[in-house]
């Protein structure tokens, strides 16, 4: 397995690599902030490790994370399509720069909701331009070897996409679970893109790159202008940014968050091949004002759904009462018979 540098020259992942890595990691995790956390990663490791087969549960409960380190849920046992999958639908997400995978489970969640789209005025201008050209799916393993290549702005350079962590994306992709976006400048070279996964309504943008100045910009609204006409109801990019706030995602607490899973997050919805419509890549689009679900519409379907799982719980209360008098009713006759 290999990544790819800005000069687009395929290097593989050489021993050497692996120790750079392996070392960048090592300071990242021995930072003051970062250190703290450590014993409890260790003891899930260890809880893990000697607990019986069948008492590991693939994924953990995301309500249970620790506080040190910040949302840290458990141990991810692999990479397999399933317990990705299993992940995902149950609101956790797995990244590891070293060491165990890991779950994670933050109190607060980045998202987009897709009505939210804040598009600058130079944005729309270069969408309107149609000097870029937009794709799906047709160069998913160069946009995610790219996302994991060395970033410029990093004084360390580290990534979690592992050559195993492509590879399972890889075979999410070939699933049809997983997605890229691509954007092509105007000599056919890859100007910037971004990959994710497709669950339900909800998709989660892993990781993104550019290239060429605002190609990752480019790539994220049209992404979410396709994703709002298919019926999705949020784009999770998972921590905060400043660069994701002014794009206008928001953190959401982790229970919302969970709530919209549950509803939303279950099935398959874009099925099939994805493709790119020319007029949702145009920016003539205001996002606020283009049907499909917005902010307001998902609150109100969960606070519908709560309502109704509160009056089932009232009708299973009523039935239970009712045949517990009737069994009542039938014993006082019982014993007056008797």
């Known amino acids: 397995m290999s990544f790819i540098e800005h000069g687009g020259q395929r290097v593989e992942w050489s021993l050497a690599d692996r120790l750079n890595q392996l070392a960048a990691a090592t300071a990242y995790a021995f930072q003051p902030k970062r250190i703290a956390g450590m014993p409890n990663v260790l003891r899930a490791m260890a809880a893990r490790r000697i607990a019986p087969r069948g008492m590991r549960p693939a994924v953990p409960d995301p309500r249970c994370s620790a506080a040190v380190p910040a949302g840290f ?3 991810c046992p692999d990479l397999s399509p ?4 299993a992940g995902y639908r149950a609101g956790v997400f797995q990244t590891s720069h070293a060491g165990p995978y890991k779950w994670w489970s933050p109190d607060e969640r980045m998202v987009l909701f897709l009505d939210k789209l804040h598009m600058e005025k130079n944005l729309k201008r270069k969408l309107k331009q149609g000097r870029y050209s937009v794709t799906f799916d047709k160069a998913f393993t160069e946009v995610v070897e790219h996302c994991a290549g060395p970033r410029q702005q990093r004084r360390i350079q580290l990534t979690w ?29 890859l100007a910037g893109g971004l990959f994710g996964v497709s669950f339900g309504d909800i998709f989660v943008t892993e990781s993104q790159f550019a290239h060429q100045r605002d190609a990752s910009k480019i790539a994220f609204a049209v992404l979410n202008r396709h994703l709002q006409t298919r019926g999705y109801v949020l784009n999770d990019v998972r921590l905060w940014s400043a660069h994701l706030e002014r794009l206008g995602c928001e953190l959401i607490p982790r229970d919302e968050y969970l709530a919209i899973v549950e509803r939303f997050g279950q099935g398959s919805n874009w099925q099939g091949e994805w493709m790119a419509e020319e007029a949702l890549c145009s920016g003539t689009w205001d996002p606020a004002q283009e049907d499909g679900w917005s902010k307001a519409h998902v609150y109100l379907a969960l606070s519908d759904a709560s309502e109704s799982a509160q009056d089932q719980v009232f009708a299973d209360e009523e039935a239970w009462a009712s045949d517990s008098d009737g069994s009542d009713a039938d014993q006082g006759q019982k014993e007056a018979v008797s």
């Not at 890889?170 to 954007?183: F, K, N, P, T």
């Open 73 to 75: 849920a458990g141990i």
């Open 82 to 85: 399933a317990t990705m999958l």
């Open 161 to 189: 996409l592992l050559p195993e962590v492509i590879d399972a994306f890889q075979r999410l992709h070939g699933m049809g679970h997983a997605h890229s976006l691509e954007v092509w400048g105007e000599d056919g070279e």
